[in-house]
């Protein structure tokens, strides 16, 4: 029988962390040396010594405008305080990958494994919703059709249901049908 491994964290908390900036899904370098278990400064070390092993689209460091605006979001502390005097790098999936790789530690080859799975969990629940959208667009397509069908039943419907009208033509009674 197999064991039950208990999560290091569970995902749905590693969910939270992930942000979007500039379009993409990244985790911030103070998330993720929390999760890694070591300091923001020791990771950010290991990446510089191994920058090679980091391309523009595993890595990058925030600009101070988009330092700012993520300081107004998630209330980060300020300078006179103790807060960041350096904007922060962020990872992406592959970046927190690597990460986990340079830094050799074994809790960060397992926490690893929960990023890159949260992850693809984020991309599975971002297809599935673009999946609903696209199936909500074609029924909304295929009933819209349908009104035009159900406006002129109506129509059908009614002139059968008007009372016919006697009208004296040729010294005869007719029967009219009041048509719109």
């Known amino acids: 029988m197999p064991k039950k491994t208990k ?19 990244v985790i911030l370098d103070s998330d993720l040396a ?3 278990g070591v ?5 950010n070390e290991q990446v510089r010594r191994n920058i090679d092993k980091f391309p523009k689209d595993f890595m990058f460091q925030l600009t101070q405008e988009d330092f700012a605006n993520l300081k107004s979001q998630i209330a980060t ?6 807060g960041r005097r350096k904007a922060p790098l962020v990872f992406t999936e592959h970046g927190a990958l690597q990460a986990a790789n340079v830094l050799k530690s074994a809790r960060a080859n397992k926490m690893g494994v929960y990023i890159v799975r949260t992850f693809v969990r984020l991309r599975e629940m971002a297809l599935t919703n673009e ?6 667009d074609q029924l909304e397509n295929r009933v819209s059709g349908h009104d035009e069908l159900l406006i002129e039943l109506v129509r059908e419907i009614r002139n059968l249901s008007m009372p016919q009208c006697p009208k004296i033509v040729n010294d005869q009674l007719v029967l009219l049908c009041l048509i719109n």
């Open 7 to 25: 999560e290091l964290i569970p995902k749905n908390q590693i969910l939270k962390i992930i942000l979007v900036i500039r379009g993409e899904k």
């Open 34 to 36: 929390a999760l890694y």
């Open 39 to 43: 300091e923001t400064r020791r990771l």
């Open 77 to 82: 502390s300020s300078l006179g305080w103790g």
């Open 131 to 136: 999946k609903l959208a696209r199936k909500v």
